[in-house]
Structure formats: structure tokens, C-alpha cells
């Protein structure tokens, strides 16, 4: 973390609060579908990165295997809903949001359009890996 700093800026995205180059490194979970502009949103990432620095984030994804997808399908109509429900009335409705904006990130920015993108304001040799069942997409790169 950069000398100073807090985990939390509070500011949004569209300009961090953080000089250029102030941090060694960089993880983010589910940071990604939340940006209102995504490449401008990677730029500021790259923009406070010190050149060397790596950055890792990690977002929902939808399985690409039928099987999986199916059941990812249900678990996040059904099941999230169900289990928001019996939490909260707020944690139905994070239930029910959460398919419909993991569905549309995914079709917007596939692996390999992420991927363009992170080169774009760049990072070197990204790489992406999906991991449980592909539920979810690390993306990770090193600022040149």
C-alpha cells in the first residue's frame, strides 16, 4: 500500500486520489463490472502503478462449459435470490442484480477483450485464468 494511503479512497474511479507511480502493486475483487468506462477506469489503475508493478483483479465470470453454465445459471436466478431473501430484504435484491450484470460483463468484455484492454493502457503480457468451474476470471499484468 502507498505510504499514506487507506484501502478506501472513497473518491470513485474516475480520478483516484493517488499521485502517478505510488504503488507497488495492486488487487482488486470485483472492481472490474463496477467501472462506468472501463479502459479509462484501467488507465488510472496503470496511472498509480509504478513501472514494474503488478496488478491482479478478480470478477464473476459465466462458465463456459454447458454443464457448469447451467448450473451457474441457477445458482445465481434461484439460489441467490433464495439465500438473499432469508438474509435481508437488501440481499434479495443483490441476489436477483448479480446474474444480470455478471451475464453482461461477460458478453461485453470476454477474456480476450480485457486482455486488449489492459495491453491498451499498458501492461505487459496480461493473462487471464478461469478459475472455479469458470465462475471467475483472474485477470493480472505487469505496468511497463
Not at 115 to 144: I, Q, T, Y
Amino acid at each position: 500500500m502507498a505510504r499514506g494511503s487507506s484501502r478506501r479512497s472513497g473518491s470513485g474511479w474516475s480520478r483516484p486520489p493517488f499521485e502517478d507511480a505510488s504503488f507497488d502493486g495492486l488487487t482488486a475483487a470485483y472492481l472490474l463490472r463496477y467501472l462506468d468506462d472501463l479502459p479509462s477506469g484501467l488507465a488510472e489503475l496503470a496511472r498509480v502503478l509504478r513501472p514494474g508493478a503488478t496488478a491482479a483483479l478478480l470478477d464473476f465470470s459465466v462458465p463456459q462449459s454447458p454443464l457448469a453454465r447451467e448450473a451457474w445459471n441457477v445458482y445465481v436466478d434461484a439460489g441467490l435470490p433464495t439465500l438473499g431473501r432469508a438474509i435481508s430484504p437488501g440481499w434479495h435484491e443483490v441476489g436477483r442484480f448479480l446474474g444480470e450484470s455478471i451475464r453482461r460483463f461477460d458478453a461485453e468484455w470476454p477474456p480476450e477483450r480485457l486482455l486488449a484492454a489492459f495491453r491498451e493502457v499498458g501492461f505487459e503480457s496480461p493473462s487471464a485464468r478461469r478459475l472455479s468451474l469458470g465462475g471467475c476470471l483472474v485477470v493480472w499484468g505487469r505496468k511497463g
